[in-house]
């Protein structure tokens, strides 16, 4: 079946060490997208890509990159996590968000819970 | 920005009980989505459904877009319909703001 997925589904990594967090799909869709969920609260989203076009949430820490190598995947990099950084990380994707109905459509992947130590 | 605030925040009910989730939204919007977050956390997606009804087996969706709500209705709940219930809705491109969720418990 075509799906977002996301390894690993727990992380534990230590304060300042960064880390890398995966997203694959194989829905073939433009756009892929980072959320963070913290405890008890919504989904914020972080950046998206469109294609090979990043697109950075204002309020976005500059703690927080990504990249995108190929349609496949994204990769959400922490360059010194801290505490406040444990949370859920969601990757998600749109067929073409700039296009008509239906194609702006998000679906999740299962997410990756981050501890930081 | 946009707003988005969802309504009740918590919902407790027996199984067999029907129930209405609200989602009031402050402007315009080209995607509306109703999800469910099961205890895993996993978004599962409910309905694309910036205007009309859709349904699906127990579940079904309104948006009114000149009103600027959407109410999702749950029929003869079932234990596995307990978890978080997010309103996600877009403007223009992209960008997917969230409403706080209602958490439905669903007793046996």
């Known amino acids: 079946d075509a799906m977002v997925i996301q390894n690993p589904r727990y992380q534990v990594t230590q304060f300042g060490k960064p880390v890398t967090l995966s997203c694959s799909q194989t829905l073939n869709h433009n756009v892929m997208y980072w959320y963070q969920q913290k405890s008890s609260q919504a989904p914020k989203l972080l950046f998206h890509?469109?294609?090979?076009?990043?697109?950075n949430e204002a309020d976005t820490p500059d703690n927080f990159q990504s990249r995108r190598p190929n349609t496949s995947f994204c990769f959400l990099d922490i360059r010194s996590p801290g505490l406040g950084d444990a949370a859920m990380y969601l990757c998600?994707?749109?067929?073409?968000?700039?296009?008509?109905?239906?194609?702006?459509?998000?679906?999740f992947g299962p997410g990756t819970r981050l501890l930081v130590l | 920005g946009i707003q988005v605030e969802q309504s009740p925040p918590d919902l407790i009910l027996q199984e067999g009980a029907n129930s209405t989730l609200r989602c009031n939204f402050s402007?315009?919007?080209?995607?509306l989505q109703w999800f469910h977050q099961n205890p895993w956390g996993q978004l599962i997606n409910l309905f694309y459904i910036p205007s009309g009804t859709k349904q699906n087996g127990r579940l079904s969706a309104t948006t009114v877009a000149t009103e600027r709500y959407s109410l999702l209705y749950i029929s003869s709940s079932q234990t596995t319909d307990s978890g978080v219930y997010f309103c996600?809705?877009?403007?223009?491109?992209?960008?997917?703001?969230f409403g706080q969720g209602t958490r439905l418990t669903i007793n046996p």
């Open positions: 890509y469109y294609d090979k076009d990043f697109n």
């Open positions: 996600a809705v877009g403007q223009g491109a992209q960008k997917l703001v």
């Open positions: 998600a994707t749109s067929r073409d968000s700039r296009a008509s109905v239906g194609f702006q459509t998000q679906y």
């Open positions: 402007d315009s919007v080209n995607n």
